[in-house]
Nanobody
């Protein structure tokens, strides 16, 4: 599975941003997928994941501010971020695993993109 993220950039605090992850190499509808983020000097942490059946799950820290959604026609996973906070500034990664369910543990995922950087200005 090949994953390519895009959509990162600079956003003002309180603004909105949509990240995209284009997937190829495996039937998109059979992928469990997730968004992770990594702060400088820290391990990657989960943001949200979605099962192969389209059931989303969110970390408490972003609940209500982000939406993970798949576009099955475009083989693309999105992360809509609203009311962006300064602490959301990080490198964001897309992950996938051809399996059932989804996980907040990065070791569960076999495929990763290279990431897209989000910076937040106040």
């Amino acid at each position: 599975v090949q994953l390519v993220e895009s959509g990162g950039g600079s956003v003002q605090a309180g603004g909105a941003l949509r990240l995209s992850c284009a997937a190829s190499g495996h039937p998109f509808s059979q992928l469990a997928m997730a968004w992770f983020r990594q702060f400088p000097g820290k391990k990657r942490e989960a943001v949200a994941c979605i099962t192969e059946t389209g059931n989303p799950k969110y970390m408490t820290s972003v609940q209500g501010r982000v939406t993970i959604s798949p576009d099955y026609a475009e083989n693309t996973l999105y992360l809509q971020m609203n009311n962006v906070l300064p602490e959301d500034a990080a490198m964001y990664y897309c992950a996938a695993h051809a399996s059932h369910g989804c996980s907040f543990h990065e070791d569960w995922y076999l495929n990763w993109g290279r990431g897209t950087q989000v910076t937040v200005s106040s």
